[in-house]
């Protein structure tokens, strides 16, 4: 490159962040590595899953899109001056997303090696790169430059808003070490990395740290064939070890890693090899304490040993889901994140109470029922669920039902350790009602069914919402068959279902005025949940059970799949899906602005356009329950 050219490069560069911070001399050099590439509209810089390049990139002119894989979602579009391909200068991995040119663009690729060194060597650089990576944004200041779609939040609501200063945060190793001694064979370490689930052991020798062995040194040295699966630890371990104090930043751990191009740090009692090892770092450490990334959040749930140890983790998916609401992230999308972290953590809760409790006498299932049955718990609120195992002889009932209670017992404690209460009316596994044997189920849905009145109709209705969390499918799939089978030999049971899903008419009285509740605690409330909400997930599991279909929980989802049966049902059954998930928004926004659980709502709390949108949900209800009156020719509302 001609030094015109390079001087051109700098001069761009130095107008943007962080580029600004360099010196003269310090810019110039870097240039002097820049290739500068043109890319044609629709033209992909790297795709999702794609090995790291060598470079980050800047956009000299034009834009580029970074969107989920195979032209999914556009997460963000980044414009002149913009950073984005950082994933290998932080993390080492793969791209997380796929980048795609919207327009003629000019590229500057910063070669990633040359860049490094200035990382630690400029401080406001590094931070500005990890605050980059961290926000999964182009530029953290974006926002203070940039013009966006004001959301509901106020500023200090946003998903970062909790940790707005990551340098100085402080970072909690993991202290429970796995490692071995210099003789232990390749084979074993690899054992020891696939039962505790991690990427690294340390070799130690009486308590100090001879190396380190990654996943990548197997992957490298042993799978290769360079070194026998027999051969010590000595031979293929990473040595000698790089270390550090235990007392680290965020950003200073992020910033040694970068400087070392390592994904592990090693921390002793002085940062020295000399003293003995209190913990150890990885790059996953890092981003969850960043509590950004869902894969970050649900690797770490899965690698929890301790209980306890969860409820900072599902605090860390509480600041995602409002990152995700405050940039309007579709709640189709939310939803499933969300549910799948919950349930990760329901899974893991069970996973570690078995370790205490011992294996299981029979195959048994964890259903998980309500809201989280449904994929629609967003916010912290009670537990809703149950237990099935294997039908056993009579001689080992009574030994078998114990074993199952107490498992169930110390499940419902771990899931309110973390954040789960207990549920007021008792609908949980601990509850004996709610933890069975597969006949005592089968004979209790039976009379539900069969013999429905108020609470038979209320208590079928909880469970049929029931989702497969942990265990044995095979009995959940008994189970479901069971239930299905009875209600089509008994199709009254519809009709006192869909009398249940009319017993909260139009949530409007007079004048279009919201009906509010008349006493008790919440007297002056408007109760969203009972009146709005309730009644669209009775009516939809209603109908949806109607038409035999049996795996779609999400009342959402629900009503889009009616939409698909019912063509001339169509435009209203997406509207129906649409006000579902435009309620549940609400309330979880109500409920993270309040710190509540978002049910009840004081009306002075809300603007004209908020009253105007719940009101326009109100009138799709009103119509829904008219179908439902119609279709299941309910006279009498009233149970």
């Given at each position: 490159m001609s030094n015109r050219i390079v001087e051109r490069v700098a001069d761009f560069l130095r107008r943007y962040p962080p580029f600004n911070e360099l010196t003269a001399k310090d810019l110039k050099n870097l240039s002097s590595g820049v290739d500068i590439l043109y890319r044609d509209k629709g033209t992909y810089i790297f795709n999702e899953d794609e090995p790291p390049h060598a470079f980050f990139y800047v956009i000299q002119r034009g834009a580029v899109a970074l969107r989920m894989g195979n032209g999914g979602e556009v997460i963000d579009v980044c414009d002149e001056g913009d950073l984005f391909g950082l994933r290998p200068l932080i993390a080492g991995e793969n791209y997380k997303l796929e980048a795609i040119s919207q327009e003629e663009s000019i590229l500057y690729a910063i070669p990633i090696s040359d860049f490094r060194p200035l990382i630690q060597s400029y401080e406001e650089v590094g931070n500005f790169v990890i605050e980059s990576f961290a926000s999964n944004t182009r530029n953290p200041y974006a926002r203070l430059t940039k013009t966006n779609t004001p959301g509901m939040f106020p500023p200090q609501m946003s998903a970062r808003a909790e940790t707005p200063f990551t340098e100085i945060l402080p970072i909690h190793p993991r202290k429970d070490l796995v490692y071995c001694t210099p003789e232990t064979p390749a084979q074993e370490v690899a054992t020891l990395m696939t039962t505790h689930n991690?990427?690294?052991?340390?070799?130690?020798?009486?308590?100090?740290a001879e190396g380190i062995i990654t996943d990548k040194d197997l992957r490298n040295k042993?799978?290769?064939?360079?070194?026998?699966?027999?051969?010590?630890?000595?031979?293929?371990?990473?040595?000698?070890?790089?270390?550090y104090p235990a007392k680290l930043t965020i950003t200073q751990a992020q910033l040694a890693m970068m400087k070392n191009g390592i994904g592990h740090l090693c921390l002793t009692e002085d940062g020295t090899t000399e003293t003995p090892v209190v913990g150890i770092l990885s790059k996953y450490d890092l981003m969850l304490a960043l509590g950004n990334s869902p894969e970050v959040l649900l690797r770490a749930i899965k690698r929890t040993r301790k209980i306890k140890r969860l409820k900072p983790i599902r605090k860390r998916v509480e600041y995602l889901l409002k990152g995700y609401l405050e940039n309007n992230i579709p709640m189709s999308i939310t939803m499933k994140l969300i549910a799948e972290l919950n349930d990760a953590?329901?899974?893991?809760?069970?996973?570690?109470?078995?370790?205490k409790e011992g294996k299981a006498p029979v195959a048994f299932a964890w259903l998980a029922m309500g809201s989280q049955g449904r994929g629609e718990q967003?916010?912290?609120?009670?537990?809703?669920?149950?237990?099935?195992?294997?039908?056993?002889?009579?001689?080992?009932?009574?030994?078998?039902?114990?074993?199952?209670?107490?498992?169930?017992?110390?499940?419902?404690?771990?899931?309110?350790t973390i954040g789960y209460e207990y549920c007021p009316a008792d609908m949980m596994a601990s509850n004996p009602n709610w933890c069975k044997s597969l006949s005592e189920w089968k004979q209790t849905v039976t009379g539900w069914i069969h013999n429905p009145g108020k609470e038979e109709v209320l208590l079928s209705s909880i469970f049929f919402d029931f989702n497969f969390t942990f265990g044995t499918r095979s009995l959940v799939t008994e189970l479901s068959n069971h239930i299905f089978s009875n209600v089509d030999s008994y199709p009254m049971f519809y009709y006192h279902l869909a009398s249940g899903a009319l017993q909260n008419p139009s949530p409007s009285g007079f004048f279009r005025q919201f009906l509010l509740e008349q006493d008790g605690k919440h007297k002056d409330f408007f109760d969203l949940k009972r009146r709005v909400l309730m009644p669209f997930t009775d009516a939809a599991r209603v109908l949806i059970l109607s038409h035999q279909v049996r795996s779609i929980n999400n009342t959402a989802?629900?009503?889009?799949?009616?939409?698909?049966?019912?063509?001339?049902?169509?435009?209203?059954?997406?509207?129906?899906?649409?006000?579902?998930?435009?309620?549940?928004?609400?309330?979880?926004?109500?409920g993270l602005l309040h710190s509540?659980?978002?049910?009840?709502?004081?009306?002075?709390?809300?603007?004209?356009?908020?009253?105007?949108k719940l009101k326009r949900t109100f009138k799709i209800l009103k119509e829904l329950q008219e179908l439902i009156a119609l279709r299941f020719k309910v006279t009498n509302r009233v149970l």
């Open positions: 991690v990427g690294s052991v340390l070799v130690l020798k009486e308590g100090l042993v799978v290769t064939g360079r070194y026998p699966i027999e051969a010590p630890a000595s031979e293929i371990m990473t040595s000698p070890v790089i270390t953590c329901i899974k893991r809760v069970i996973e570690l109470c078995l370790r967003l916010l912290h609120t009670d537990q809703d669920n149950a237990l099935v195992y294997e039908d056993i002889p009579d001689k080992d009932a009574e030994k078998v039902q114990l074993y199952f209670h107490q498992l169930a017992s110390r499940v419902n404690k771990g899931l309110r989802e629900r009503f889009e799949k009616l939409a698909e049966l019912e063509a001339n049902n169509r435009e209203f059954f997406l509207s129906c899906s649409y006000a579902t998930k435009a309620l549940l928004k609400f309330r979880t926004k109500q509540d659980s978002g049910r009840f709502i004081a009306l002075d709390t809300l603007n004209k356009e908020e009253k105007i």
